[in-house]
């Protein structure tokens, strides 16, 4: 049987037993150390997600609050340029665009949301205006484009270094046909 998320957590007994994985992987790192008094769990399903998880047990060691924490946390792999399932450096859509969508919830309920972002950073900020500055909870098209152009939004308008590859992946698929239904 393959080693799969899926797999782990059927044999651990589904989701009762997701807070002592959490834990345990949480306490493999120094961060999470510092950070052990807020009693807060920063779980990542990726290879990934080691750095977001470093990166948002620093900012709960620094007093930043859990909101701040996971927006840190979700930047580190949107920037990361060698990363090509999220973030700008993501593969391309079949029109040839690298689309962004993110979402986020605070510990009151409160929800944003977008989704098609193009030419931004960071998804994960714009989401967190959508919930903390507007009455929606999920945003798309030009509604979404105004939260984006207020100050404070990193944009990009510059293609990543591995856009090539992703045209390249884009353009190959393109030319198999479609399955039948």
Do not use: C
């Amino acid at each position: 049987m393959e080693n799969t998320r899926r797999s782990l957590l059927a044999g651990l007994g589904g989701l009762g037993m997701i807070p002592f994985v959490a834990t345990r992987a949480s306490a493999r790192s120094s961060a999470a150390k510092d950070a052990s008094a807020t009693g807060a769990m920063v779980l990542s399903t990726w290879d990934f997600g080691a750095a977001a998880n470093a990166v948002a047990f620093a900012e709960l060691a620094k007093g930043g609050s859990l909101i701040d924490a996971v927006e840190a946390g979700a930047m580190v792999p949107e920037a990361d340029p060698t990363n090509h399932s999220v973030g700008y450096s993501g593969y391309p859509d079949r029109d040839g665009h690298v689309t962004l969508d993110a979402v986020i919830m605070d510990d009151a309920g409160g929800v944003g949301a977008v989704a098609a972002l193009e030419n931004t950073v960071h998804a994960i900020s714009v989401a967190r205006r959508v919930m903390e500055r507007t009455p929606h909870t999920f945003l798309v098209g030009e509604g979404r484009d105004a939260v984006r152009a207020r100050p404070g939004v990193s944009a990009t308008v510059a293609a990543h270094p591995g856009i090539g590859k992703g045209m390249a992946r884009l353009a190959q698929d393109r030319e198999i046909p479609a399955r039948s239904q």
